[in-house]
């Protein structure tokens, strides 16, 4: 049972654009909702996270739009770079993100071309 | 300040033969973890630890057992290798106190069971 389900699994995005990667969960427990960034032959680096009270977070190029009603998320890049091109995991946990550990997507390969 | 080392980087094993994945966190972080990642999957969570003494399983705890004797340790055991165990391992940490609970991932650990 996928708890958090992730797309696209590949996007390719000229720079300057503004890729878009959403992901949807399916367990109203979830109270914490981290993006993840991995580049080739690195763990994953925390990039921007965001607790259901508030709809939108913003962190420099990066925004997290939140919907709980739809019990959607998704990720945009703003002025998206060749440094972004990277995987990006969306995740997912219960009781405010420690103890139980994360639920991880299936993760996009973003490619951002010069 | 290292953060989360993980040891061996690399290790090929023989069906059947045993090895243990070494964790150690220089943050005092209360909580860690062991991931692994296979493509296409995402990161799937193995076992984890809330504290020193205590262990609990995750998703696929499966043909894995752990131990968190000392606080900044967490070991991985696979008993008896499987071709199906082939992966990267990630473990994590994170801290109770951290009012974004970010999981700190180490470089990770590339197993091939042959």
């Known amino acids: 049972q996928q708890q958090v389900k992730q797309s696209p699994q590949s996007l390719i995005v000229q720079k300057g654009g503004i890729p878009i990667i959403n992901c949807a969960y399916e367990?109203?427990?979830?109270?914490?909702f981290p993006w993840y960034q991995q580049f080739p032959g690195k763990g994953p680096a925390l990039l921007i996270a965001?607790?259901?009270?508030?709809s939108e977070k913003k962190e420099g190029r990066f925004t997290i739009s939140f919907n709980k009603s739809a019990k959607q998320f998704s990720l945009h890049i703003m002025d998206s770079q060749p440094g972004d091109s990277a995987t990006y995991f969306c995740?997912?946990?219960?009781?405010?993100?420690?103890?139980?550990?994360?639920?991880f997507g299936k993760g996009t390969h973003l490619i951002i071309q010069p | 300040n290292a953060g989360v080392t993980q040891t061996p980087k690399f290790r090929v094993l023989k069906t059947g033969q045993s090895m243990t994945l070494l964790c150690a966190q220089d943050?005092?972080?209360?909580?860690m973890y062991w991931y692994r990642q296979d493509p296409g999957m995402g990161l799937r969570l193995i076992h984890y630890?809330?504290?020193?003494?205590?262990?609990a399983k995750g998703e696929v705890p499966d043909g894995y057992n752990v131990s968190r004797l000392k606080k900044q340790n967490f070991l991985l055991g696979l008993e008896s290798a499987a071709p199906s165990q082939t992966s990267v391992y990630f473990c994590?940490?994170?801290?109770?106190?951290?009012?974004?609970?970010?999981?700190?991932f180490g470089q990770g650990t590339r197993l091939t069971v042959v």
């Open positions: 994590a940490s994170s801290s109770i106190m951290t009012a974004n609970t970010e999981a700190f």
């Open positions: 367990n109203t427990a979830f109270d914490y």
């Open positions: 965001i607790r259901p009270d508030v």
């Open positions: 995740a997912a946990s219960m009781r405010g993100g420690g103890a139980d550990g994360l639920t």
């Open positions: 943050m005092n972080h209360e909580y």
């Open positions: 630890s809330v504290g020193e003494g205590t262990t």
